[in-house]
T-cell receptor, first 115, second 113 residues
């Protein structure tokens, strides 16, 4: 398994501002992912954070709204830009280790409320 | 898009009873996984079953996979109050150079003491 931490654990933000969420892993991992979980809903993949290259975004998500950084094999950030109340969600990062990308290990999540 | 669809959406049982949750999916998969989430926190991986497997056990968990029906079930035996959580199935696909999981809507399990 992997030990994953996220900062902040929760935040309340004003409309129009931006928030950067950090994801730290205790060891080097090949793949890191960012998910959004809207209230009472399931998880939706936002993007795959690739080390040394641009993130790969899923349909419906764009880099201008959710810029992602992956400076090394243990760290990634997700920024939620120009927030609106519709961005209120739990944001989770996950990692897949080594050559076995099947199982993903999740961070504790960041609960974001936008007023 | 959502691939896995769990049913029931909510399940309430007494401690000691068994809980069965089902998942259906639409496309071909490499594997199917089950995760647990407590109170809107991070997900915990429970078990993975590959497309060429039919049944798998892990402690009190039993997972079956029927690729002809595109369905899976998760059985939790002798449930405990601590099993109260949301359970999600997720299907593993390979897309380009990235590996993606597509999650179902989840089943909220409540185990009453």
């Amino acid at each position: 398994s992997a030990v994953i931490s996220q900062k902040p654990s929760r935040d309340i933000c004003q409309r129009g501002t931006s928030l950067t969420i950090q994801c730290q892993v205790d060891s080097q991992v090949t793949m890191m992912f960012w998910y959004r979980q809207q209230p009472g809903q399931s998880l939706t993949l936002i993007a795959t954070a690739n080390q040394g290259s641009e993130a790969t975004y899923e349909s419906g998500f764009v880099i201008d709204k959710f810029p992602i950084s992956r400076p090394n094999l243990t760290f990634s950030t997700l920024t939620v830009s120009n927030m609106s109340p519709e961005d209120s969600s739990i944001y989770l990062c996950s990692v897949a280790r080594g050559g076995r990308t099947d199982t993903q290990y999740f961070g504790p999540g960041t609960r974001l409320t936008v007023l | 898009s959502q691939q896995g669809e769990e049913d029931p959406q909510a399940l309430s049982i007494q401690e000691g009873e068994n809980a069965t949750m089902n998942c259906s999916y639409k496309t071909s998969i490499n594997n199917l996984q089950w995760y647990r989430q407590n109170s809107g926190r991070g997900l915990v991986h429970l078990i993975l079953i590959r497309s060429n497997e039919r049944e798998k056990h892990s402690g009190r968990l039993r997972v079956t996979l029927d690729t002809s029906k595109k369905s899976s079930s998760l059985l939790i035996t002798a449930s405990r109050a601590a099993d109260t959580a949301s359970y999600f199935c997720a299907t593993g696909e390979r897309g380009g150079s990235n590996y993606k999981l597509t999650f179902g809507k989840g089943t909220l399990l409540t185990v009453n003491p």
